[in-house]
């Protein structure tokens, strides 16, 4: 099993007032062809997914559509910091664990 290991996304970031939203749509892109390339099995999200507890909608819709399904792929997001913006179906359990 491969496992790719990942932590402090903050989608939604901004810097100095300016949008990061191309930034973070260029990291998305790269990562899923990183996983793609090196048939990833099993994705580790930890801390910090959003830079805030209520994202922007460019952020949402920007990890709405990275874990659209497209190929089999597990994502476990550990419950913690990354908790604030993901859906409230997520913060049900301890972990969010999704095919991806």
Do not use: K, N
């Amino acid at each position: 099993m491969r496992l790719l290991h990942t932590s402090d996304w903050h989608l939604g970031h901004t810097l100095h007032d300016l949008l990061r939203e191309r930034e973070h749509a260029a990291f998305l892109a790269w990562l899923r062809q990183t996983l793609h390339d090196h048939e990833v099995d099993a994705l580790v999200i930890a801390e910090d997914v959003f830079d805030a507890a209520h994202p922007p909608p460019p952020a949402q819709r920007g990890f709405d559509c990275f874990t659209t399904p497209r190929r089999h792929l597990e994502a476990f997001i550990p419950r913690g910091d990354c908790s604030p913006g993901m859906p409230e179906s997520f913060l049900d359990s301890t972990t969010y664990l999704t095919t991806i």
